[in-house]
């Protein structure tokens, strides 16, 4: 037996921090980077007495979430607690849904080697993050609890995967739908999305599945997949050894990538869960359901649907432009303040992101704002600059000038005064007889030598369709 | 009432769950009293609960949220000064486990 005979499922679980203004159960900001315990109060810190107040915001935001996977919502939930102890959850315990998620079966549609699949979403909890431990060389570990209480939703899937292909395209489609509701910036480089893999293989065709081995330290989609590549050939190899295979919990290394196994974690008993006395039960009902389905942005899916059928874009440009939430209602936005869809896709796609990548930049974090775009824009479109003017306004609006006032200011205008060009013209013709011979005798290419010294003697700021069109009637003129 | 289901040794592994350091004398004693205390909870399976829907709060308060509105508390230093121990900030503790079992 080799290991093509084997098959593979892959369960993933995500969790996502959610971008409330405040923490799950405190009035605490959620803010990433801000100064060690600046963001912290006495709940936060599990001071005795308090008692946690749960945020609306972070409700809505997992119905959000329920809503564009698809989940049917819970209509009466409670909170619960896990128990566990460790320095960045001050509490001992985590407040979660353990036996009512807000959501259950919901599905997400991925696309590998053309082949599109469902894959079902088990189920779905709204929860609180812990803080964040810095482990020093001293024997010591250093806690900021800025991040403890921030709001989480863990999107928990079904063992549908069946390679670590399907993993990646899961994860891919799943930062996409949930970046679309807007409820998460869904960054692993920030940790605002942090995958959890849950893998095992069986021989192809045996009706029970193997045992499973869980990956973490998985701190990009694609050490996910390489991960799970190792995991499938470790655990097919241990298979044809005749070995037992073990439940445990395994860590990426990012440097040798292989799997190593960790410590024997706590087992789900001992989380001692129990339902929250602290909280109030949550009756989730149809309107409140509604409304917050009116709040729900158009997905991905239906804006690329939209950018080639109703503006005119091609597949490829409508896939750039939906790559980020913030990339698409820019370029929505700009659209909206009467720019050319087409140019304004090209300048998203080519100048601005050329622009973001050279400043390490977000499109948020710059000074650049569609109105802006869409008035350069349209200075194209009307002929007042040209394309190679554009390049000097473009600088200026990305420093959030207005460009119509720069471009006047800067007398940028294109010349397309026939008065003023004529003479122009008229003296290079003077100065070139030959091309002016050539042309009339019958050798259109003869005028690519005279636009030359015409555009030089403008210095670059001629109309160039206008003194086409002019150089022709010159040269007609002479004939 | 005792009920003989409460081992030493689970009572070690919940004393080790919740970091406690038990000498010998305490883990029979805790055993003891445990299983005393599973005792009296074993009366209350006396009781039918069937259709009873189970209490999850004693309030009758249903939705009862807040508005997503951050209200910074701006008393980092206060907090930080029950804290046993803190440097630039951070609350200083001693590494109880190594780096791989960071959740």
């Not at chain 1, 959610?18 to 959620?30: C, I």
């Not at chain 1, 006495?42 to 308090?50: E, M, Q």
């Not at chain 1, 849904?97 to 709204?126: N, S």
Request: cysteine-free.
């Amino acid at each position: 037996m080799a290991i093509s005979n084997f098959e593979t499922t892959i369960g993933l679980e995500v969790h996502i921090e959610l971008k409330t203004n405040s923490k799950a159960m405190s009035p605490s900001p959620v803010e990433y980077g801000a100064a060690p315990n600046q963001n912290t109060n006495v709940i936060d810190w599990g001071y005795p007495g308090v008692l946690p107040q749960a945020n609306r915001g972070a409700i809505e935001a997992g119905m959000m979430a329920a809503l564009a996977l698809h989940a049917d919502i819970t209509p009466d939930l409670h909170w619960d607690r896990k128990n566990y102890f460790y320095p960045d959850n001050p509490k001992a315990y985590q407040i979660t849904q353990q036996f009512e998620p807000i959501a259950k079966d919901g599905w997400l549609e991925i696309e590998v080697d053309g082949q599109k699949k469902r894959v079902g979403i088990t189920e779905m909890h709204v929860e609180e993050d812990a803080g964040k431990n810095t482990h020093g060389t001293n024997g010591y570990s250093y806690v900021d609890l800025n991040r403890q209480g921030t709001p989480l939703i863990e999107i928990v899937g079904a063992p549908d995967l069946t390679s670590p292909d399907e993993a990646y395209a899961y994860l891919e489609a799943l930062k996409e739908t949930i970046q679309f509701t807007g409820i998460s910036d869904v960054k692993m480089e920030e940790g605002s999305m942090r995958v959890d893999a849950n893998i095992s293989i069986r021989p192809i065709g045996s009706k029970q599945y193997g045992t499973k081995v869980e990956l973490k330290n998985l701190n990009s989609f694609n050490y996910v997949r390489k991960g799970l590549l190792f995991e499938e050939q470790r655990q097919a190899k241990a298979y044809l050894a005749g070995e037992t295979l073990k439940q445990q919990t395994r860590r990426y290394d990012e440097t040798t990538g292989e799997t190593i196994l960790m410590r024997v974690k706590e087992t789900a008993d001992d989380y001692r869960y129990f339902p929250e006395p602290d909280l109030a039960p949550i009756h989730i009902d149809q309107p409140w359901i509604n409304t917050v389905a009116q709040k729900l942005p158009e997905d991905a899916k239906t804006r690329r649907q939209r950018y080639v059928e109703e503006l005119g874009l091609d597949t490829y440009d409508a896939e750039v432009l939906t790559q980020t939430l913030a990339m698409a209602n820019f370029f929505d936005a700009t659209v909206a303040e009467g720019a050319n869809p087409k140019r304004a896709s090209n300048y998203l796609m080519g100048d601005v992101n050329a622009f973001l990548n050279a400043n390490h930049q977000d499109l948020e974090d710059t000074k650049l704002i569609p109105k802006h775009l869409a008035d350069m824009i349209k200075l194209i479109d009307e002929d007042v600059i040209s394309t190679k003017m554009a390049k000097q306004v473009f600088k200026a609006i990305t420093d959030g000038q207005e460009p119509v006032q720069y471009v006047e200011d800067h007398n940028l205008k294109q010349l397309s005064d026939p008065a003023i060009l004529l003479p122009m013209i008229e003296e290079v013709l003077d100065n070139n007889e030959q091309s002016v011979q050539d042309f009339l005798g019958g050798k259109e290419r003869a005028t690519k030598a005279l636009i030359g010294p015409i555009m030089k003697a403008t210095r670059g700021n001629a109309n160039p369709n206008v003194v086409n069109d002019l150089l022709h009637q010159a040269l007609e003129a002479r004939r | 009432m005792a009920t003989d289901k409460i081992t030493p040794e689970e009572v070690e592994h919940v004393a080790s769950l919740a970091k406690l350091a038990l000498t010998e004398a305490d883990k029979e004693a805790f055993t003891r009293q445990l299983d005393k205390i599973f005792g009296l909870v074993d009366t209350l399976d006396e009781v039918d609960t069937t259709n009873v829907k189970p209490t999850y709060t004693v309030t009758d308060l249903t939705t009862a949220l807040r508005d997503d509105v951050a209200v910074p508390a701006n008393e980092t230093q206060k907090l930080l000064a029950n804290a046993p121990e803190t440097q630039e900030n951070l609350i200083k503790v001693p590494a109880i486990l190594n780096a791989e079992e960071e959740n």
